[in-house]
Nanobody
Framework: EVQLMESGGGLVAPGGSLRLSCTTS????????MRWVRQTPGKGLEWVAS????????DYADSVKGRFTISRDNAENTLYLQMNNLKPEDTAVYYC?????RGQGTQVTVSS
């Protein structure tokens, strides 16, 4: 059974940082491109970032480019998202995804 478990969300002031983690099990993590997506009330899922199987290639949505960094540890079957210079518009539930599968999400709230 594929399991994806996000953590690391919370409340942070604008300009602050958070590091999200996604621990995985039930599949060969190193064989899959992994992604972070986010969702806010009233909006659909928004792709945030992707990373290739070995971690050599990363892509970002324009809205987070230069502020967020996606990474992975294939030995630990874990995906990360380092988020810096957070803005109120980054407030959302963040999910890691393997294809169409995702975890329960972690809430990120950026507010003063």
């Amino acid at each position: 059974e594929v399991q994806l478990m996000e953590s690391g969300g919370g409340l942070v002031a604008p300009g602050g940082s958070l590091r999200l983690s996604c621990t995985t099990s039930g599949f060969t993590f190193s064989s899959y491109t992994m992604r972070w997506v986010r969702q806010t009330p009233g909006k659909g899922l928004e792709w945030v970032a992707s990373i290739s199987t070995a971690g050599g290639t990363a892509d970002y949505a324009d809205s987070v480019k230069g502020r967020f960094t996606i990474s992975r540890d294939n030995a630990e079957n874990t995906l990360y998202l380092q988020m810096n210079n957070l803005k109120p518009e980054d407030t959302a539930v963040y999910y890691c995804t393997k294809g169409n599968e995702r975890g329960q999400g972690t809430q990120v709230t950026v507010s003063s």
